[in-house]
């Protein structure tokens, strides 16, 4: 079963720093993988995703994602924090190939930018 | 956001009583979910539709039903909700028949059985 990963409850880092927030994944086959960001009161606002292709994938608001197969990781990190980034982020997985476009998600990590 | 619209957006309701959650989307998209969200859990499915009366359980769809009688209309209903069932719910939708698109959110139901 698929299964994602998210081992920081919450992640600090001071403005300006670079933030890295963490996603590991398990699937039986090639994954499909995604990154969510939750305001407060709102629903989940797509960043960006990993389907095939460059290891690197950049996303909104600044953000970048590498996936590493070898490592089944998918870690969402931009170069230089904003308070305004301050939110719960979530990492999905698809499994390619299955029957049914089932996304599971992780338990999410609150992302903490102080100024 | 995308065209979907979740009402109601806050319900408080009474341990046994019957509540129905409704998703409308106006992307005329085929897949929609069902999701709660808890501290701890993150999102777990609950049900899921991948076309008019195509419907099935996800992971926690215990003490839920779901309908679709039309594209644009995903309800969720408790039959005879319980405190457990105190959560915030999201619909989502996707378009594509491809795996690779992204799925969106709707603002979210918050829900409180008392």
């Known amino acids: 079963a698929q299964s994602v990963a998210q081992p920081e409850d919450q992640v600090n880092v001071a403005e300006g720093n670079p933030l890295t927030v963490k996603c590991t994944y398990s699937?039986?086959?090639?994954?499909?993988l995604f990154w969510y960001v939750q305001y407060p009161n709102r629903g989940l606002q797509f960043l960006l995703k990993?389907?095939?292709?460059?290891?690197l994938v950049k996303g909104s608001y600044g953000f970048e994602a590498e996936f590493n197969k070898s490592q089944t990781s998918f870690h969402l990190k931009k170069p230089s924090a904003l308070v305004s980034d301050s939110a719960l982020y979530f990492c999905?997985?698809?499994?390619?190939?299955?029957?049914?476009?089932?996304?599971?998600f992780g338990t999410g990590t609150r992302l903490l930018v102080s100024p | 956001d995308a065209g979907i619209t979740q009402s109601p957006r806050h319900k408080v309701t009474e341990t046994g009583t019957p509540v129905t959650l409704r998703c409308h989307q106006t992307?005329?998209?085929?897949?929609m979910y069902w999701y709660r969200q808890d501290p701890g859990h993150g999102l777990r499915l609950i049900h899921y539709?991948?076309?008019?009366?195509?419907?099935d359980k996800g992971e926690v769809s215990d003490g839920y039903s779901v309908s679709r009688s039309k594209t644009e209309d995903f309800l969720l209903t408790l039959e005879s909700a319980t405190s457990s069932q105190t959560s915030v719910y999201f619909c989502?939708?996707?378009?594509?028949?491809?795996?690779?698109?992204?799925?969106?959110f709707g603002q979210g139901t918050r829900l409180t059985v008392v």
């Open positions: 990993y389907i095939t292709g460059d290891n």
């Open positions: 999905a997985v698809r499994e390619m190939n299955t029957g049914f476009q089932k996304l599971v």
């Open positions: 539709s991948y076309g008019v009366k195509d419907t």
């Open positions: 699937v039986s086959g090639n994954p499909y």
């Open positions: 989502a939708i996707r378009g594509q028949e491809t795996q690779n698109t992204e799925a969106f």
């Open positions: 992307e005329n998209h085929r897949y």
